[in-house]
């Protein structure tokens, strides 16, 4: 019969190096990536309802989303928004708009926001900085409705 002498430590140190370090990044990666659905949710919410206060000025979204964004921690270039139906284009380039020029009584203003969520998050040394790995798109849709007594002027 062999010795197992030392066998115990081995086990030891692939457990944690194969299963729980792989766990522990995993568990890591689930806030950002709720952050990211939370941002691009308010984001289309608040860009929407812009436009319509804004009375179809799309750029006041583009400024809205934008300062959003900053406040998150988000580069511009990350956001991915189409206003109205037109086709998502990225934030930097002042998103993709369809919008009329002067809003309907009555009408709809959607805003769609995208976004990439890394899969994981690897943080680095410094603490301050991340890396990330692969990426899974999330986006939020927000209709607002333009009241239909309001008053044209």
Same mark, same amino acid.
């Given at each position: 019969?062999?010795r197992?002498?030392?066998?115990? =430590?081995? @086990?030891?140190?692939?457990? &944690?190096?194969?299963?729980?370090?792989?766990? !522990?990044?995993?568990?890591? =990666?689930? %806030?950002?990536?709720?952050?990211m659905?939370?941002? /691009?949710? *308010? !984001?289309? !919410?608040?860009?929407?309802? #812009?436009?319509? &206060?804004?009375? %179809?000025?799309?750029?006041?979204?583009v400024?809205? &989303? =934008?300062?959003?964004? #900053?406040?998150h %921690?988000?580069?511009?270039?990350?956001?991915?928004?189409?206003?109205?139906g037109?086709?998502?284009?990225?934030?930097?380039?002042?998103?993709?708009?369809?919008?009329?020029?002067?809003?309907?009584?009555?009408?709809?203003?959607?805003?769609? /926001? @995208?976004?990439?969520?890394?899969?994981?998050? *690897?943080?680095?040394?410094? %603490?301050?900085? =991340?890396?990330? /790995?692969?990426? /899974?798109?999330?986006?939020?849709?927000? @209709?607002?409705?333009?009241?239909?007594?309001?008053?044209?002027?």
């Amino acid at each position: 019969m062999r010795r197992q002498c030392g066998a115990a =430590s081995l @086990e030891m140190a692939l457990g &944690i190096g194969l299963l729980m370090l792989p766990m !522990a990044l995993l568990v890591l =990666s689930i %806030g950002p990536g709720l952050e990211m659905r939370s941002f /691009v949710r *308010l !984001a289309a !919410a608040e860009a929407s309802r #812009a436009i319509v &206060i804004a009375d %179809g000025d799309t750029s006041v979204a583009v400024i809205q &989303i =934008s300062t959003m964004a #900053a406040n998150h %921690g988000y580069a511009v270039s990350e956001v991915r928004v189409g206003m109205c139906g037109a086709t998502p284009a990225p934030l930097s380039a002042g998103g993709a708009s369809a919008c009329p020029g002067t809003l309907p009584r009555g009408g709809r203003i959607a805003v769609r /926001v @995208e976004m990439d969520i890394p899969l994981i998050v *690897l943080p680095l040394r410094d %603490g301050a900085s =991340s890396a990330s /790995v692969g990426g /899974v798109p999330v986006w939020s849709v927000h @209709e607002s409705f333009v009241d239909q007594f309001r008053s044209i002027g």
